[in-house]
């Protein structure tokens, strides 16, 4: 990663971590119910110390493993609590910053080259859009009779991957956590069948 943009990473983690409404996800947060529930943790403190160590090795990981933070607060906590609603606003700020940083440093999309000839593409053994195509209904069907019967660990890890691959297929009503099964790709539905 270049050097000034490890730096602006820099800054931003720092800001963050100064920041009086980031104080709750500065340190690992160590529950035993929360332990329960989220598998994949991250915290401030963490990003600094893997920015710090060249861990990363460009800045979507970085921004991922913020999104991480603030994803794994939502899951966990109740929609409309003072904690979820900053790890709203927090979200969208580092959307906002991760938006100015490709900018600032090009990183965006790569514009199409004019005038160039586009070397072919080669076929590929694995057809990546397979991963992510929709699910049908006989699988969906499949996952809500099969999710009735998962016990509690089994249960929290297909809410975990939902929350890390699929997380408009989440979303709470009061102390419910719900899933909508017509968002669900055929990926998230073979999940439980792993279990």
């Known amino acids: 990663m270049m050097a000034q943009l490890q730096q602006k990473l820099l800054e931003i983690i720092e800001n963050l971590i100064n920041n009086p409404i980031s104080l709750e996800f500065v340190d ?81 999309k790569k514009k199409k080259r004019q005038n160039q000839e586009r070397p072919p593409i080669q076929q590929q053994s694995f057809d990546f859009r397979q991963k992510n195509k929709p699910s049908n209904e006989a699988s969906r069907l499949k996952f809500c009779h099969s999710i009735k019967n998962l016990e509690q660990e089994q249960l929290i890890k297909i809410v975990n991957y939902l929350a890390e691959f699929q997380p408009e297929c989440l979303s709470r009503e009061e102390d419910k956590l719900v899933i909508d099964v017509k968002k669900l790709d055929s990926k998230a539905c073979e999940q439980i069948n792993l279990l």
């Not at 493993?65 to 609603?85: A, E, P, T």
């Not at 927090?90 to 959307?95: A, D, I, M, P």
């Open 28 to 108: 690992p947060y160590d529950d035993e119910d929360y332990n329960k529930v989220i598998f994949n943790k991250m915290d401030l403190t963490t990003i600094k110390k893997k920015l710090e160590s060249n861990k990363y090795l460009n800045h979507t990981e970085f921004f991922k493993d913020l999104d991480l933070v603030w994803r794994n607060c939502q899951l966990y906590n109740q929609k409309g609590s003072i904690i979820f609603k900053q790890s709203m606003y927090l979200e969208q700020q580092c959307k906002s910053l991760q938006k100015v940083i490709e900018d600032d440093f090009n990183l965006g």
